[in-house]
Structure formats: structure tokens, C-alpha cells
């Protein structure tokens, strides 16, 4: 972070495409420094914070501000209201009165406070009494601030932030509400004797078909595993339903990152119940682009992507049908996954660890797996929220 002069600090609804330039590209130059900062690709960015290209502004609205001092831009932030997580229980995180920041970068503690206070100003007038971050921008993207794990780059899909912040933003009273973990395992020598005699145990079930995805019916794949997620988590802590566009425009995001041997779906008797979804890291490749696919980066991409070798691979998702959540049926489902995918990417990947995220701290069922499987804390995301008077 680098020092400033005692200029007064001025607050700028981002308003045209220079703006949104000054926005995007101030965290490319706060967090060079950081070599553990993985700078994603322009391209995500600005679809993330596009209307018409991110089907989140279909029901949310945003508002993005930056930070000046003497003409130089200092900080940045986003406020935004989601009319579904307004339609949530409020006993579920969400729910009505409920706006968001994220985005956050600041130079220093002066401008990250005037930021925060424009983002609640701006939810204020919205008719929202309450202010609930970082998300960017919506609980499926990055939710959560790092607090523990700086040491370590994130791998794909994962945040990364000063550690300055987090003084900052409870600097200007927000309160911690809820912990994300996300857990790093060894996976080459395999599990303990006890996951290998339940996954034994499955084998032996009739009922019980563990399958891969079959990418030639990817959109159909992709609506059945999103179908799946949105009853699994749906009494989740913060969840958000995720609707049919949003559905369509992650999947075509991520096709070129799926590979079928990497992601299970569960059936039983017939019914698919579970699923499992692996990503190889393509942190690794973009640690050193740049965020850019320019000149010649887009053709080191698409070759890695032929047949990545992957160290570390990330499992962002997985869940269980509701009406199997806490049965025995339900371990045994995850840990058939789990170990089917761990042989594939042991063997055709050169895959030695797992990472596991994000897990809520009140997630008994999966914090039980992660401790079966004998995987460890790598990572600590927390949301804060406070209350708007």
C-alpha cells in the first residue's frame, strides 16, 4: 500500500466506461506487490460488473464508487441490493432490509472508511436497515473477507485481500456474522481406513450408481447439478437462489474447465441425489498473466486446458439432496465421490492435494467429512454486517 498525501478524500459514483476502467483496474495495482494476489482476467471482471452480461442485475441492482485524493484514485467499492436475498428468511442471513458492499480496495484506513460510509449511505436511501459484506457481488461469487491463510495464493474461484482490511472494516463497526472455511487435504496417498470401509460398504449397495457427467449433454448436466445445488443448500445460512439464466451463464462460464471424470453425480434407485464438482486450479496459469489472455497467453490456456496437470484441484461445490441431508446415505454418497475423484485425479491429473470451499462454520455435515478425511483450515473468509440507523 503505498503512502499519500493529506488531500481531503472525495467519494465518485462510478458513471462511465473510464470510471469503470479506474475501478477495475486499481486492484491490479494495489495488490501487485502481494505475491500471493492472483490477478483474475479483465474479461471476468468487467462480465461480473456488466448488466446484460451478469444475469445477477436480472434482480439486483449496484452501485460502484470510487475513492479520489489530489485526482488519484485511492479506493473503490460496490453497493448492491439483490431482491431475492430481500425475499429470504431473516433467519437464514439474508432477507428483507438487507443490502451489500464488496469490491473493496483502499489505499489506506481514511479512504476504505469513506467508502464504507457512501456504500451504507447509498443502501440507506435505498430503504435498507441493514449492511451485509463483502460479497462480490453475490453470495455465489466471492463472499467473505480473508482473515487467516494469507500466506497461501487461493486457487481458482477463491479471494484474496489485504490483511489490513480487516481492521478497517471493524474500524467502522461491523460485526463478524459468519465464517467461511475452506480446507486443504493430501490426497495421493488416499484416506483413512475408516472413509475406504464406508466407501466399501456403498459398493456393495444396489441401489447406489455413481456417475460421471457426460459433457455432451452439458446444458442438461449443468440444469440437473444446479437443480440439485439449489434444494441442497437452500436452508443454508445466505443462500440465494440461483435462477435459470444464472444457471445457464455458469455453466457456459465454466465449461472449458469441466472435465467429465472430474465431477460426479449420485444416484439412488435411479434418482440423482448428490453431486461433487472438481475444478483443476487455472490459478496456476494465471498467477503470471496479468489478468490478460493477450498476446500470447490464450494459446498457453487452452493447451494447459487440453490436459491440465494439476497440482492442487478445488473442489468449490457439492451437496445432498435435502430430504437425505444428516442419514448415513449421505456420508456414504460424498465419500463414494470423493474417493471416485480422487483416484481420477491422482492418476490422469498428477493431482496431490484437494481444496475444499467454501464450508460454513455451522455445517456439521461437511466439517465432519473435512475431519474424516483428515483435511486442515487453510483459509478463513468472514462476513460482517451493521446496523443502519
Sequence with gaps: ????????????????????????????????????????????????????????????????????????????????????????????????GTGNWGLLEAEDEQGAQALLAAAEDWLRAEGMHRSLGPLSISIWDEPGLLIEGFDNRPTVMLGHNSPLYRGWIEGAGYQPVKQLRNYDVAIDEGFPPIVNRIVAAGEKNARIRIRKVDKRRFAAEAALIM????????????????TDSEIAYVGKKLKDIVFEDLIRVAEVDGEPVAFMIVLPNINQLLIDMDGSLLPFNWARLLWWLRKPKSHILRVPLMGVAKKLQNSRMASTLAFMMIEYIRRDAVADYGTKRGDIGWVLDDNQGMNAVAEAIEAKVNRVYQIYDKPLG
Design 1 to 96: 500500500m503505498s503512502g499519500h498525501s493529506d488531500g481531503p478524500i472525495t467519494i465518485h459514483p462510478v458513471k462511465n466506461k473510464a470510471d469503470l476502467r479506474e475501478f477495475v483496474e486499481l486492484a491490479y495495482r494495489l495488490n501487485r506487490g502481494d505475491p500471493a494476489w492472483v490477478p483474475p482476467l479483465r474479461g471476468e471482471v468487467y462480465g461480473l460488473l456488466t448488466p446484460g452480461k451478469n444475469p445477477w442485475f436480472e434482480h439486483g441492482r449496484a452501485q460502484l464508487f470510487l475513492a479520489r485524493r489530489d485526482g488519484r484514485t485511492v479506493g473503490r467499492i460496490s453497493a448492491h441490493i439483490d431482491t431475492l436475498a430481500l425475499a429470504q428468511p431473516a433467519e437464514q442471513g439474508m432477507g428483507p
Design 227 to 242: 437443480g440439485l445445488l439449489n434444494d441442497a443448500w437452500s436452508d443454508n445460512w445466505g443462500f440465494v437462489p440461483l
